[in-house]
T-cell receptor, first 114, second 115 residues
Framework: AQSVTQLDSQVPVFEEAPVELRCNYSSSVSVYLFWYVQYPNQGLQLLLKYLSGSTLVKGINGFEAEFNKSQTSFHLRKPSVHISDTAEYFCAVVSMDSNYQLIWGAGTKLIIKP | GAGVSQTPSNKVTEKGKYVELRCDPISGHTALYWYRQSLGQGPEFLIYFQGTGAADDSGLPNDRFFAVRPEGSVSTLKIQRTERGDSAVYLC?????????????FGSGTRLTVV
């Protein structure tokens, strides 16, 4: 079985400052990892994913994430946030065995302060 | 269609009533998923369809919940004898195949409120 922990329920940050949203996972098998973003009153949108290869993954809107197998982490970063990044961010994993059922973290609300 | 469409966007119903939630996936996507998202939590898997058949319905919480996809495209999630605890956002997603490494495309969800 897998589980995902997002360590912060809310992260407030000033506009143009860098941000890191933390995600740790637990799994007895190899997994694929995902970050999704949910803007207010909208559906979930894929930001980026790690399947294999380079551990640094670049996604949309200037976000990137680094897969660290030894620490079982997949933290999301952006060097300079904008007010439009205000949203909830979800980390998710799927077992390479099951290959379809995503296991989700509880989400992190990113709050941008002007 | 261009994206995954879910209707209605909001549904308020009385306890004990029957509701149907509809999902229209991206054209040509064979895989369709239903998730439920309660306030302050991540989505929770309900059921996965590959074509017309339910490949995995292990996430349905009890026998009041049922879903169909009769022609392999549109799916309907049906909830009988609704309870207040069923209140949540019900999310539908589709993908080209059953392999999620492609990444799902989600609809905007149906917010169900049972009063």
């Amino acid at each position: 079985a897998q589980s995902v922990t997002q360590l912060d329920s809310q992260v407030p940050v000033f506009e143009e400052a860098p941000v890191e949203l933390r995600c740790n996972y637990s799994s007895s098998v190899s997994v694929y990892l995902f970050w999704y973003v949910q803007y207010p009153n909208q559906g979930l949108q894929l930001l980026l994913k790690y399947l294999s290869g380079s551990t640094l993954v670049k996604g949309i809107n200037g976000f990137e994430a680094e897969f660290n197998k030894s620490q079982t982490s997949f933290h999301l970063r952006k060097p300079s946030v904008h007010i439009s990044d205000t949203a909830e961010y979800f980390c998710a994993v799927v077992s390479m065995d099951s290959n379809y059922q995503l296991i989700w973290g509880a989400g992190t609300k990113l709050i941008i302060k002007p | 269609g261009a994206g995954v469409s879910q209707t209605p966007s909001n549904k308020v119903t009385e306890k004990g009533k029957y509701v149907e939630l509809r999902c229209d996936p991206i054209s040509g996507h064979t895989a369709l998923y239903w998730y439920r998202q309660s306030l302050g939590q991540g989505p929770e898997f309900l059921i996965y369809f590959q074509g017309t058949g339910a490949a995995d319905d292990s996430g349905l919480p009890n026998d009041r919940f049922f879903a169909v996809r009769p022609e392999g495209s549109v799916s309907t999630l049906k909830i009988q004898r609704t309870e207040r605890g069923d209140s949540a956002v019900y999310l539908c997603a589709s993908s080209p195949t059953g392999q999620s490494n492609y990444g799902y495309t989600f609809g905007s969800g149906t917010r169900l409120t049972v009063v």
